[in-house]
């Protein structure tokens, strides 16, 4: 029994084995419907295409997304967030200590005082 | 006030060695910083051994069983030896860092940043 | 008759197994570089071994004490020393043991990794004989019971990682970034010796379990703790002083960022042995606890936001390294927060610091194998830049597999150990203050996020022609991250288990001062 028990906390329990199980069900009920769907297609021709809208398919490699676009709207959306922290990290190494010091004297401060 | 003398130049020493940090834009000047600051605190740990009218922590020949505590002569060699091993270190990378990039300024070894 | 030996003087081998096998790695490596290679994996498995024998020992006999130079090993007291212990002395207690599990069971992965993925290089014999060198540092950081003797193994892992980030020098880069990294080491160190000089003057002793004995609140201790709380979380990337994790993780070789990680964890453990062990209740714990709260949510919400423009893909996991140190330090602030309350403690102290503490475990493991795999994939494409990979998945199958197991468990999904951590904090965190656990749960979110992006930029789309001869990494480096992955996937599973059995005792002497100074000065 130790080794299918659950996690508890004090106001609830996680049980993977229970969450394995449930997918395992969930898994058999999409496997049934999958095999009652259309298995005659003809290769070639428009139903084996990807659809983008209706727009015309660019060439190989073409829309693959490199990594610097990614999530290009989220950080656009917080411009104001980034353009105060990224600045903060200039690669000076005096400034790194410099951070040390400060946190230092802050929680001297918040330490002593209250 | 004179019994504090030891604690107030300690005091001064890592206010210097603070100062060299921060405010010097060259690796070698910083590095002396924290040599400085390092003997700080090798003072400051060898002071507290002190006892008044003491002698030094030797049995053989002794006039007096008042001495003077040897731990923190035990422990400041220990950090001496460790500011020896991390000065050699972070020279040896300032050679090699000055062999590629051309500089020891601080301001222009940035080449990871943000 | 040797076995009894053997047993009795465990603590002590397990620092010294790993430091003689790094002296002699160099002579042994005049002979031939194959037998070199057998000497290290031999050296890690003895030391694994060893670790292991010692944390089943605390775990079903209680803390271990092992003072150096007695008659007896456990003679703390000496007879004639008027009731204070005045050797050198490691205590082992379960906190102890757990971080020694975690440090030498990534350390064996990782050497494994390392003899495959670097064997090609020069200067072999210097990298090994340092890489042992931080093992033993790490596991004596972890073991002692005598905060100088902590310090020295904290400068020993300090100059040891240095040296390792530094290993390839890559036209200055990887120097820089050690030189930073040795920098704010140094700084950490001469802070924390500083302190150490304040509770010696004050109390003419340097055992944890004395000073915990004597301490009171006067405004040197206040002044002494904020400097270990200063230096320490310095050393273990904590936002706003983790500007060096990101460099130094990202230049480091692959196998050293994943014992990096171990490294910081082993100072977030000193951090926590000196808040609860050595100053206990007698400090401010409302005012502690919320600093390191605070620290915690700095570190979550600015590592993980910086993570996800970056374009370095092990500079992306090294931010995340930072943000996932914030959710331990949010665990274990909440416990400390309320730790003279023994009803809050009961109802989610307890749990809050199970699921910070289960989470450095979690963390070591799938850190570990997310650095490993980034570190496959650069072995093989010979950059870490995100913009010139694309189509991986095609060739290079098992270390796909093994990078989704890793998101996966990084981002919080279940069945993986990572949600089982954060359910931890998240459920008892919500008891304390509802906005802290909210902001957890966002930072997850954001984490998956950013590894979606990592999956999709690495492995997704059609190949590249100039990745074309790209194929599967060798043997031992997919045996190192199966290791790690099968690790990861069993804790995931069997939670329940590695907590009550491991986690909850630990977690129980950390909080415990009381039965921490009886063991050490009551009853030898």
């Known amino acids: 029994m130790g080794l299918l028990s659950s996690l508890y906390t ?19 009920v999409v496997y049934l419907i999958w095999r009652r769907g259309e298995s005659s297609y003809k290769k070639g021709t428009m139903q084996t295409t990807p659809f983008i809208s209706g727009n015309a398919e660019q060439g190989k490699g073409l829309d693959h997304i490199p990594a610097s676009n990614l999530y290009w709207g989220y950080t656009e959306g917080i411009k104001g967030y980034y353009d105060r922290i990224v600045p903060l990290h200039t690669g000076i190494t005096t400034d790194y200590l410099l951070w040390i010091f400060w946190v230092t004297g802050i929680l001297l401060i918040v330490v002593m005082v209250i | ?20 940090i921060l405010l010097k834009r060259n690796l070698i000047k910083i590095f002396l910083g924290v040599s400085i600051l390092t003997s700080a605190v090798n003072l400051f740990i060898i002071v507290l051994g002190y006892r008044e009218n003491s002698i030094a922590p030797i049995y053989t020949y002794a006039p007096s069983l008042n001495m003077a505590l040897p731990t923190p002569q035990a422990l400041c060699l220990t950090s001496i030896v460790i500011g020896v091993a991390t000065s050699a270190l972070m020279l040896s990378f300032a050679v090699i860092i000055h062999r590629y990039y051309g500089t020891v300024n601080v301001d222009e070894i940035r080449e990871l940043k943000e | 008759m040797i076995a009894d030996v053997i047993v009795s003087n465990l603590p002590a081998f397990l620092v010294a197994v790993p430091l003689l096998a790094a002296f002699l790695c160099p002579l042994v490596g005049r002979i031939s570089p194959n037998i070199r290679a057998a000497w290290v994996f031999a050296a890690m498995a003895l030391t694994a071994a060893i670790a292991y024998c010692l944390a089943y ?70 990298y090994y004989t340092i890489f042992l060198l931080l093992i033993s540092a790490v596991l004596g950081m972890v073991s002692t019971g005598d905060i100088f003797n902590f310090f020295v193994f904290l400068e020993i892992s300090s100059l040891a990682t240095a040296g390792l980030v530094a290993y390839r020098v890559e036209k200055g880069l990887a120097v820089e970034a050690g030189l930073k990294y040795l920098m704010v080491s140094t700084i950490a160190g001469i802070f924390f010796l500083f302190a150490i000089g304040i509770l010696y003057g004050q109390y003419n002793a340097l055992n944890m379990a004395i000073i915990a004995e004597r301490i009171q609140w006067t405004p040197l201790d206040k002044i002494a703790l904020v400097l270990i709380v200063a230096s320490l979380a310095a050393k273990c990337g904590s936002v706003p002083m983790h500007f060096w994790t ?68 092990k500079r992306l996991m090294a931010y995340h390294a930072v943000s996932q140190t914030g959710y331990m330090l949010l665990g274990v602030g909440v416990g400390l927060a309320v730790l003279g309350d023994q009803f809050l403690l009961n109802s989610y102290g307890y749990t809050a610091m199970e699921g910070g503490i289960f989470h450095i475990m979690n963390h070591a493991l799938y850190k570990g194998l997310l650095f490993l795999t980034a570190g496959a994939i ?7 830049d995100l913009n010139r990979m694309g189509g991986l998945g095609h060739k290079m199958k098992f270390t796909m597999v093994f990078f989704i197991i890793g998101a996966l468990a990084i981002a919080g999904i279940p069945p993986f150990n990572g949600f089982a951590s954060k359910f931890l904090i998240y459920e008892s965190v919500y008891q304390f203050n509802p906005i802290l656990a909210v902001i957890a749960m966002v930072v ?64 129980h002497a950390l909080t415990d001062q009381a039965g921490y100074m009886t063991i050490v000065l009551g009853g030898g």
């Open chain 1, 10 to 28: 004090g106001s609830g329990y996680w049980n993977p084995l229970a969450w394995v199980l449930a997918m395992a069900v969930a898994a058999a």
């Open chain 2, 1 to 20: 006030m004179l019994w504090n003398l030891p604690y107030i130049v300690v005091v001064l020493l890592a206010i210097i060695g603070l100062a060299t």
């Open chain 3, 57 to 126: 020992l605390v775990y079903t006999g209680g803390t271990v004490i092992y003072v150096f130079g007695a008659t007896a090993a456990d003679l703390s007291i000496p007879l004639d020393s008027g009731g204070i212990p005045i050797r050198i002395m490691f205590t082992v207690d379960p906190m102890s043991a757990l971080m020694e599990i975690i440090a030498v069971t990534v350390g064996l992965g990782v050497i494994i990794y390392s003899l495959s993925s670097d064997e090609r290089r020069s200067g072999l014999e210097n």
């Open chain 3, 246 to 313: 990101p460099d130094a993780y990202m230049m480091a070789p692959a196998a050293v960022t994943a014992m990096l990680v171990v490294a910081s964890q082993a100072s977030l453990y000193g951090l926590f042995r000196f808040v609860f062990t050595v100053y206990g209740v007698s400090l401010n714990y409302v005012t502690m606890g919320w600093v390191v709260i605070i620290l915690g949510i700095l570190s979550m919400v600015v590592g993980v936001t910086m993570a996800i423009p970056q374009k370095d893909i």
């Open chain 3, 378 to 384: 650069i072995y093989r494409i010979g950059t870490g």
């Open chain 3, 444 to 507: 997850s979110i954001l984490t998956l996020a950013s590894f979606v992006k990592v999956f999709h930029a690495v492995f997704m789309g059609p190949p590249r022609e100039e990745h074309a001869q790209v194929r599967e990494v060798p043997l031992p480096m997919l045996g190192a991250m199966a290791f790690l992955a099968i690790l990861v996937i069993v804790s995931g599973l069997f939670p329940g288990i590695f907590v009550t059995n491991l986690i909850e005792p630990a977690v």
